[in-house]
């Protein structure tokens, strides 16, 4: 009897022991960066991508916090749209939008962006996923009215979806060759780390908006 009540102890302690390593999963705040190759970490080590790297500037904040990629190079809003809903799975908490760009550099209707951004929108929101919707403006040599329609897009849909905006994902990289690949279009480690530094306020309020607070 002296060694059941031993073992029924143990076992008790072991459990009260979990519980408050269960608790600290349960209270991760689950996102995913869903995107194109700015996303996808193009050409870098993933360690060096967009999502591990704002992961980790939110963690130093204190923040229990984990980000999945699931950025895809060369995607465009149609191909999101496509893969959506098996690539954001049950239990995530928010996703950072991120698509257009690919769009805009084929000249795609913006009517189409805007529409297929707006049914992603609308999955995830009805899935109870919260969206921080990350902004991109369409290249100069696109012409004024492509420009104004498409830049248009995403305050648009923040405004009337109610979301968490950040304007524009490459604001102080584009046109900076330190912040840059050599293609000059993708950031470089210096770029990403510029984009977190940026965002990390944007991120900030859109986890507290994720908690409620």
Not at 18 to 43: C, H, R, W
Request: glycine letters at 10%.
């Amino acid at each position: 009897m002296r060694f059941k009540s031993l073992i029924t102890l143990l076992c008790i302690g072991l459990g009260l022991a979990a519980t408050p390593m269960q608790a600290a999963a349960a209270d991760e705040i689950k996102l995913v960066g869903f995107g194109d190759s700015l996303m996808a970490a193009y050409n870098l080590q993933a360690s060096e991508g967009f999502p591990a790297r704002l992961e980790a500037a939110l963690r130093e904040r204190g923040h229990n916090v984990s980000i999945t990629n699931a950025g895809v190079s060369g995607d465009t809003t149609s191909g999101g749209l496509a893969r959506l809903d098996w690539s954001v799975p049950d239990g995530t908490d928010g996703v950072i939008l991120e698509l257009g760009a690919n769009d805009a550099l084929r000249g795609l209707p913006p009517e189409k962006t805007r529409e297929n951004l707006e049914a992603m929108i609308k999955r995830l929101q009805e899935r109870g996923i919260a969206v921080l919707l990350a902004g991109m403006l369409a290249p100069p040599n696109m012409g004024g009215d492509y420009e104004t329609k498409f830049n248009a897009i995403y305050p648009d849909l923040a405004a009337r979806y109610e979301l968490t905006l950040y304007p524009f994902f490459l604001d102080g990289v584009t046109g900076n060759p330190d912040q840059l690949l050599s293609d000059g279009m993708h950031p470089n480690p210096n770029g990403i780390n510029t984009m977190v530094e940026k965002i990390l306020p944007v991120a900030e309020r859109f986890l507290s908006e994720i908690k409620g607070e």
